[in-house]
């Protein structure tokens, strides 16, 4: 086992278990919590040097956070 695949996993574990009980019921915090545990992916994704893979999570990951800080921002307006 590489060490990114272990710092993977374990950021993977940590954005886990904050998505799933978040101390803040903000929209940002809950972004920010959805992003720990795609890190950790991309790490595990890294170890394993698959680079198709890697490359369709960067642009899917760029695609969705435009369009959920678009969606939190609608939110925020009266």
Not at 19 to 27: A, L, M, Q, S
Request: hydrophobic share 55%.
């Amino acid at each position: 086992m590489t060490p990114e695949f272990l710092l993977g996993c374990a950021i993977l574990l940590i954005g886990v278990v904050g998505v799933g009980f978040p101390r803040e019921k903000t929209y940002v915090g809950r972004l920010i919590n959805l992003e720990i545990p795609a890190f950790g992916l991309l790490l595990i994704m890294l170890s394993f040097d698959e680079t198709l893979a890697l490359l369709t999570f960067v642009g899917v990951t760029a695609i969705s956070t435009f369009v959920l800080v678009r969606v939190i921002e609608r939110r925020g307006e009266p």
